[in-house]
């Protein structure tokens, strides 16, 4: 892999951590249950897109 080949699942892997945390956060405080679960899912298909990617 090389170029964006490579970079795109550093990237998504970023991204799924910031939804993690986001979601994580959003629930915690229960400012906004339904956005922090949408986050949290999302933060699992972007970690199934990267297991794919790889494999």
Do not use: Y
């Not at 799924?16 to 949290?40: H, N, P, Q, T, Y």
């Amino acid at each position: 892999m090389s170029g964006v080949e490579s970079l795109a699942p550093a990237m998504a892997m970023l991204a799924a951590f910031a939804c993690l945390i986001g979601g994580v956060r959003l629930i915690w405080r229960r400012s906004d249950v339904r956005k922090g679960v949408l986050m949290l899912v999302m933060a699992a298909v972007l970690v199934g897109n990267v297991v794919i990617w790889t494999l």
